[in-house]
């Protein structure tokens, strides 16, 4: 793969090719200028401007729940040396709910050596996707050594766990099994409210 200069999206899509480049699909050159309201705001969401950068993560996951945002999203998610690029990629794929970007986060998440708010925010996008990937890999992170995300880790899987989308019985017990002390008692009660125990 060439490097970031090298390649243009192609602003249909947002896939990423050789400048000039035409996809099939879409028959604009990769580099052409955005003409949509998504695609301007595709374009923004790699702007050099973080704050107009969160803004259009925003709109694009949450409001418009844009499909084509992963790409500029995964790639920000590849950014050194900024927290808050990695807070906002990981933020935005958990608002959008798609599980290709499941495995970018588990990295993130269990990554010791990336910030620890990326790995929170990281902790937080997987419990709203849900799954078994997530899930697993969030028992993983509830044993690491640093309280904050191991902490936010527990709360996210109880978080999908009482979302009736992901809700699978067999591995939530497992989890159960697994949170220890009096964390497996605090979630335990506040789980018997939410749910009546006769359904479980
Ligand atoms: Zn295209």
């Not at 996809?23 to 595709?42: F, G, V």
């Not at 808050?84 to 993130?108: F, H, I, K, N």
């Not at 910030?115 to 990281?122: D, L, Q």
């Not at 997530?134 to 902490?151: C, D, Y």
Request: charged share 25%.
């Amino acid at each position: 793969m060439g490097t970031r200069a090298d390649l243009a999206f192609c602003p249909g899509c947002r896939r990423a090719a050789p400048r000039g480049a035409i996809y099939p699909d879409c028959r604009r050159p990769c580099d052409a200028p955005a003409e949509t309201y998504p695609e301007r705001l595709l374009e923004t969401v790699l702007s050099q401007d973080t704050t107009r950068a969160g803004m259009a993560v925003d709109v694009l996951t949450k409001r418009l729940h844009e499909p084509r945002a992963i790409v500029p999203l995964i790639m920000m998610s590849h950014s050194q040396g900024d927290p808050y690029l990695l807070v906002l990629s990981a933020r935005g794929m958990g608002w959008l709910g798609d599980t290709q970007t499941v495995p970018v986060l588990v990295e993130l998440l269990l990554d010791e050596e990336k910030p620890f708010v990326a790995r929170i925010a990281a902790a937080e996008a997987l419990g709203s996707i849900g799954g078994g990937e997530a899930l697993q890999t969030l028992n993983r992170a509830q044993r690491g050594p640093r309280p904050s995300v191991a902490k936010t880790a527990i709360k996210a899987m109880m978080q999908f766990q009482c979302d009736g989308r992901h809700y699978e019985r067999r591995s939530f017990s497992a989890v159960l099994d697994r949170v220890s002390g009096c964390l497996s008692r605090i979630a335990c009660s506040s789980l018997m409210r939410s749910r009546p125990l006769a359904s479980w």
